[in-house]
């Protein structure tokens, strides 16, 4: 068996009506598009991937992410072209996200080129590009 890749990813947001905010100006950016848009759910695709935000507990409101703790450190979305993470840069920078790092080379792959950012509750997101098709191109390692 092999996998067809992930079907989707889901966020938590400690205040709802903002993650919402933010992502519906991010995934549109991306050219995913709203399949589901309700109370404390808001769920896009495009890509062939999809991506949703949900309202967190009441007991949570207002904590943010931590990185290091167990549980999701990042999600990365794959740029098609390299001048995409540039243009995602531009982007957002129009809408006051919090920028960790802005678009640079890194030795995780061959031309690996990212740049890293935040949601409104911490929760840190990527865009990269890697020529051709990077790592994804060799076999997976067999037992």
Same mark, same amino acid.
């Given at each position: 068996m092999?996998i067809n890749g992930i079907?989707?990813?889901? +966020?938590?947001?400690?205040?709802?009506?903002?993650?919402r905010?933010f992502y519906?100006?991010?995934?549109?950016?991306? @050219?995913?598009?709203?399949?589901? =848009?309700?109370?404390g759910f808001?769920?896009?695709v495009?890509?062939?991937t999809a991506f949703?935000v949900?309202a967190g507990?009441a007991?949570?409101a @207002?904590?943010?992410?931590?990185?290091e703790r +167990?549980g999701?450190?990042?999600v990365?979305?794959?740029?098609?072209?390299?001048g995409?993470v540039?243009?995602l840069? =531009?982007?957002l920078?129009?809408?006051?996200? +919090?920028?960790?790092h802005p678009?640079?080379e890194?030795?995780w792959?061959?031309g690996?080129?990212?740049?890293?950012f935040? =949601?409104?509750?911490?929760i840190r997101?990527?865009?990269?590009h890697?020529p051709?098709r990077?790592?994804l191109a060799?076999?997976?390692?067999? =037992?």
């Amino acid at each position: 068996m092999e996998i067809n890749g992930i079907a989707h990813m889901f +966020v938590t947001a400690s205040d709802f009506a903002r993650s919402r905010e933010f992502y519906a100006r991010l995934l549109a950016f991306l @050219g995913m598009k709203p399949v589901i =848009d309700g109370d404390g759910f808001y769920y896009c695709v495009g890509g062939r991937t999809a991506f949703g935000v949900r309202a967190g507990d009441a007991a949570y409101a @207002g904590q943010r992410f931590v990185q290091e703790r +167990v549980g999701l450190h990042h999600v990365s979305f794959r740029a098609r072209e390299r001048g995409d993470v540039d243009t995602l840069h =531009d982007f957002l920078k129009t809408i006051g996200a +919090v920028i960790v790092h802005p678009p640079e080379e890194a030795p995780w792959a061959p031309g690996y080129y990212s740049v890293l950012f935040e =949601d409104p509750d911490g929760i840190r997101l990527e865009m990269n590009h890697v020529p051709g098709r990077g790592l994804l191109a060799g076999d997976a390692p067999k =037992d």
